[in-house]
DNA sequence: CTACAGCTATAACCGATAGCTATGGACGTC
DNA sequence: GACGTCCATAGCTATCGGTTATAGCTGTAG
């Protein structure tokens, strides 16, 4: 009876929603895909595992022995993955980024912890993931963009870097030569988003927050910065980027501007707020922090 | 850190085997497929399971620590789908069938069980499984052809009808006037085959225990019925077939002749050996067990 | 020392799957 | 009775998991 974990964290969300929509959302995707993934899951256990009832979702006494289950295997597999990560050689850690970080930050930690034998695996994560891996026990670590979902409860983060936010333009661009710009002249520009599934990081970068409830134009959607660059480049919208990341990516044709009337962005390492390996406490000790904002 | 359960057996397979090949032939699938699958999932943990050398591969120690729990987690999946289902109302039978069992067997005695009031789910599953669906948990009986892997070991089964085998025939076919054939007359015809994934039975409906090692000659594979019928009817190749599914599944493309020179066939009804519900017991204990072969 | 045999990895291809958007249909609510 | 909410369906596309064919490595036999 092979299943795809996934699928039970969707059936998981759902019975703990109670709802297909609200668990939709939760999980970051549509929900017509949840709802055909949850029939195809009651399809292949041979019996139905929710009521579908007028206004509410119950479930059915099938769907009760086995959420528990379910529960207890996802959580086996993330503890199972962690330990395995663990049994590596000596000192070992994981640590994920979502774009090259740059900055000088983390080659001089990493190099000295590298001189001490330690093994560290940089791993580069694509944006669908928020925590960088974090989240399913992939890393120990990760160098990640604020907001993240998380942070505060079972993740702790620790800024690094507080910065303004820039925009990218295509070269011909009207605003292309200007020394700065208003974000509220900005908010009718088809943007560059990042994946649907990237949550709060995608309404961050689109500068959400900031548009006064007006709805964004997603010019189209990319997981990773070449996309990102290769689509501005080509006229196809603008996009945030914090100001280390545009002096990080020089393309010539890509202009990057100052924008007015955005609060900063922060790059923090995050890592399990319940983490007990003395490396992962080490790792973080090692980079200072950012003063708080002014 | 989603997972797809179907991996973590090919994991643990290879774990087993300490071999791709003979792993691969365990799982019935391809060796390429078998180490794409296990790459995957060690890219996706980051880390390596298996140091593969000269002629021997071996568990890392990440492997060697993610064993045990993907052990456990399999085991663990399987009991809880057969609790779910089990926490179905009152008496509730899920019974497997490969195809079409007819031969009133299961008429009578499902009809019987049906007027106490419980409730049997017939589930048509393929051929892929030559369980039917008892290996994975999802049913808890079923009808099967022999031979199955695991009958007289972790499954039970019971003999119910016995037959000689027939061969199906393109109507136009030089044998279709025949009164019978001899098996040796088959062997060079292209054979209809079940999937590779059939294991056993694929052996036993191409008859290659009675071919004296010669390789059967595949025209194609099917895994339902109607594509084997539609097969032999467009010409593409023979089947051998029970003597009672001849007769049940009549075409007017199609002929049926007896084939002398091969061991009968026998329909079984498999359960597994440990099976504790009383249910089940008392299904199986409904049918009449086929004399002994003569 | 060359040829062969056994084993794993790669390439090219193909059908099934999981995602999306748009829309339909059922049922409370106002 | 119109609207809003929520789940299901339809139609489309990209990715994935499977296949066969073949390459590459390595120990063994002649």
Redesign the pocket.
Known sequence: MDV?V??LR?FAAVAEEL????A?ERL?????????????LERQLGHPL?E?R??S?ALTPQGAALLPAVRELIAGWTEAVRAARTAGPAESLAVGMQTAVGRDLQREVLGRFRERGWLISLRLVNWEDPTAGLAGGGVDAAFCWLPVPGVGAELTAKVLVREDRWVALPAGHRFAGRAEVDFAELLDEPFVALP??AGPLREFWLGTAERGGREPVVGLEASSPEEVFEAVGAGLGVVLLAEGNARLYPRPDVVSVPVRGLAPCELALVWRADEGRRAVAEFAAAFREAPPAA
Chains 1, 2 share one sequence.
Do not use: N
């Not at 709802?19 to 609200?22: A, G, K």
């Not at 970051?28 to 195809?40: C, G, I, M, T, Y």
């Open positions: 795809h996934r699928d969707y709802s297909f929509t609200r939709a970051h995707v549509s929900q017509p895909a949840l709802s055909k993934q949850v029939r195809a929710f579908r007028a206004r979702v649907r599934s």
